[in-house]
């Protein structure tokens, strides 16, 4: 995992920072927020499935988090 945010928006960018460098991604948890009748709690994720995150593959892992560093929220990117 290189990326989680509550921050649909951020979210956003990141997945627009990734495919602008061609680098394939996995979304997991974004489309399932709103899922299991509680929603986000006012906490912007749900607390069942967690933040939405990105994941990449290996080799890509690094270049992925350089991109991705100046989007961190508060804390939620990863390292």
Avoid: C, W
């Amino acid at each position: 995992m290189v990326f989680q945010s509550s921050d649909l928006a951020l979210f956003a960018l990141a997945k627009a920072a990734l495919e602008g460098e061609g680098i394939p991604y996995v979304a997991d948890g974004e489309g399932i927020q709103d899922l299991f009748g509680i929603g986000r709690l006012g906490t912007g994720y749900n607390l069942i499935t967690g933040r939405p995150r990105i994941r990449v593959m290996a080799e890509h892992a690094e270049r992925a988090r350089e991109l991705l560093v100046d989007l961190e929220d508060e804390g939620d990117a990863i390292r």
